[in-house]
């Protein structure tokens, strides 16, 4: 079926801190793996993405992983901040280009 | 670019009630638009996938004649949630992706809140 998984569900780090949230996906065809961070009430909002024909992607402090053998990929949060605090969620492409997200991190950032 | 919004953004209805939600891209053509439901503290649930002019896909457990989706050209598409009950309420999101750029790149709306009483 069309599954992801997303651990942990929530995190707590110090600022300054790195943070990592992993997800692992079903469907070996899927190749495409966007990253959101959402705050309450809000809409989710693309922070990175990786697609299948690179290993890792990096933007400033965010960086992306991913292993298609293992179906596997991961969010990595270096020098953590209080703003990053959210709710972050992983998801997975599958046929038709339909986006099935992962269960969500709640991130929690102490000052 | 690549702006997507939703109206309303919040409804409040009477249970039994119908209630219609759209979602319009306002900067591109959408060829697919996709409709998500999300409840409090829970994951972003695909509900149905949507392309211009044709029958939509509903997700396995979703009601289509309780959840009408109606994508008539390509900047609009709506959902109807017909006969709402209180367990209907939920975080309704559209979402939409290009018909040329990045593929499988999807813009979200900012939302629905639908509180049914």
């Known amino acids: 079926g069309e599954n992801v998984e997303q651990h942990p569900s929530t995190l707590s780090v110090q600022e300054g801190d790195s943070a990592v949230i992993k997800c692992t996906y079903s469907d070996s065809a899927s190749n495409y793996f966007p990253w959101y961070k959402q705050e309450l009430g809000k809409r989710p909002q693309l922070i990175i993405d990786i697609r299948s024909n690179v290993g890792e992607k990096k933007d400033q402090r965010i960086a992306v992983t991913l292993n298609k053998t293992a179906k596997h990929f991961s969010l990595h949060i270096t020098e953590t901040q209080p703003e990053d605090s959210a709710v972050y969620f992983c998801?997975?492409?599958?046929?038709?280009?339909?986006?099935?997200f992962g269960q969500g991190t709640e991130l929690s950032v102490k000052p | 670019g690549a702006v997507v919004s939703q109206h309303p953004s919040r409804v409040i209805c009477k249970s039994g009630t119908s209630v219609k939600i759209e979602c319009r891209s306002l900067?591109?053509?959408?060829?697919?638009m996709f409709w998500y439901r999300q409840f409090p503290k829970q994951s972003l649930m695909l509900m149905a996938t949507?392309?211009?002019?044709?029958?939509?896909?509903?997700e396995q457990g979703v009601e289509k004649d309780k959840f009408l989706i109606n994508h008539a050209s390509l900047t609009l598409s709506t959902l109807t949630v017909t006969s709402a009950h209180p367990e209907d309420s939920s975080f309704y999101i559209c979402s939409a992706s290009r018909t040329s750029g990045r593929w499988n790149e999807q813009f979200f709306g900012p939302g629905t809140r639908l509180t049914v009483l």
């Open positions: 949507s392309n211009e002019g044709s029958k939509a896909t509903y």
């Open positions: 900067d591109f053509q959408a060829t697919t």
């Open positions: 998801a997975a492409a599958f046929q038709g280009g339909k986006l099935i």
